[in-house]
């Protein structure tokens, strides 16, 4: 019997290992995005002044935020025009790269809150927006304070050019064997949703506007026009990225 279950126990093993092997290396699908990022994102607007903006404050962080995320490729700026500050970030990973799970664990929920920023304000998956006429994907909506400032966000994570879902994601996130309890869920669910190649063609956008109020914002109608600028990332439903 103890020779059975062994057998059984190894051939499950190996049944898991080999799946695991297949998808990782056999099931890398084409990427849909077939130009640059860059060439998705203008780096000047008429009347707007644009700057670029390093992913955190120090390169130990900036190296560390690379080696963490692993994106294929990244765009951050600030966009200035009147009293409207943009800030700005979209990262890209090709097919076959970082899981969902991985990928979405630079969003404002866990990086922003476990450095010390406050969620005051969390709207998942909000649809119906439109900006001249077309409507946008689906985003995450929030408010985050720190130091007396607020920043509102709104954020994108598509897998395969449709959003992520976010409504199972706690504030902030613990390091070990917690943290792998806390997170458990979210990997159920994943796997659920989308099957063994978690390992999809995947972009975040992430918009944030530091205090200001975001009703006057969606009214800007320079604010409409960086959206429609910026289009060819996938965001609008009828235009899917390029």
């Known amino acids: 019997m103890r ?14 290992i080999g799946v695991i ?3 990782r290396f056999f099931t890398k699908a084409e990427p849909q995005l077939t130009v640059p ?3 998705c994102v203008p780096a000047r607007l008429e009347g707007w002044n644009v700057e670029e903006l390093p992913l955190a ?3 130990g962080m900036r190296d560390y935020i690379g080696e963490f995320l692993q994106f294929d490729q990244y765009v951050s700026r600030v966009y200035e025009k009147g009293a409207l500050r943009i800030v700005f970030y979209v990262a890209y990973w090709e097919p076959g790269g970082k899981t969902p799970f991985d990928a979405g664990g630079h969003n404002p929920d866990s990086c922003w809150v476990n450095s010390g920023w406050k969620r005051e304000r969390r709207d998942y998956s909000v649809s119906g927006k439109e900006i001249g006429g077309r409507e946008l994907l689906p985003f995450e909506y929030g408010v985050y304070t720190k130091n007396g400032g607020a920043q509102p966000v709104i954020f994108w994570h598509l897998v395969n050019g449709r959003p992520y879902i976010y409504k199972m994601q706690k504030q902030g996130w613990s390091e070990g064997v917690r943290g792998a309890i806390d997170r458990a869920g979210v990997r159920i669910e994943d796997f659920r949703r989308l099957g063994l190649n978690q390992r ?5 956008v992430r ?8 009703k006057k914002v969606w009214e800007n109608p320079d604010f409409q026009n960086f959206m429609l600028a910026i289009d060819r990332l996938g965001i609008f439903e ?3 990225w390029q």
Do not use: H
């Open 207 to 214: 918009i944030s506007f530091p205090n200001q109020d975001m």
């Open 21 to 23: 092997f297949y998808v």
């Open 3 to 16: 020779k059975f279950i062994f057998a059984l126990s190894a051939l499950v093993v190996a049944a898991a």
């Open 57 to 59: 404050e120090t390169e």
């Open 37 to 39: 990022l860059e060439a």
């Open 200 to 204: 999809r063609e995947q972009m975040f």
């Open 238 to 240: 009828d235009r899917p």
